[in-house]
């Protein structure tokens, strides 16, 4: 069965950090690409950051660059996405996917919501 499950949104003040993570099973971890959504009120869901099946690789929208970093850990089968700096407009659920050759994953979902 596969699984991804997001932990660590909260509330948090602005100009604060959070940091989630991601714990996957039930797949090959180490052959998917890993990448962070998140979906405000009213808005599309927008892709963050993604990491390669290797790690090698990461890439972020504009809008988060120098702040948030993507990162995995291909023996514990996790993700993580650390968030410095945060903006009361990075408020969303944030999500964990996993993308495949043949498959696409999505956790449930976090909340993250900086607010004074």
């Known amino acids: 069965q596969v699984q991804l499950v997001e932990s660590g949104g909260g509330l948090v003040q602005p100009g604060g950090s959070l940091r989630l993570s991601c714990a996957a099973s039930g797949f090959s971890f180490n052959t998917y690409a890993m990448s962070w959504y998140r979906q405000a009120p009213g808005k599309e869901r927008e892709l963050v950051a993604t990491?390669?099946?290797?790690?090698?690789?990461?890439s972020y929208v504009d809008s988060v660059k120098g702040r948030f970093t993507i990162s995995r850990d291909n023996v514990k089968n996790t993700a993580a996405l650390q968030m410095n700096s945060l903006k009361p407009e990075d408020t969303a659920v944030y999500y964990c996917?996993?993308?495949?050759?043949?498959?696409?994953?999505w956790g449930q979902g976090t909340q993250v919501t900086v607010s004074s």
């Open positions: 996917n996993a993308k495949g050759i043949r498959y696409i994953y």
């Open positions: 990491i390669s099946s290797t790690g090698r690789t990461t």
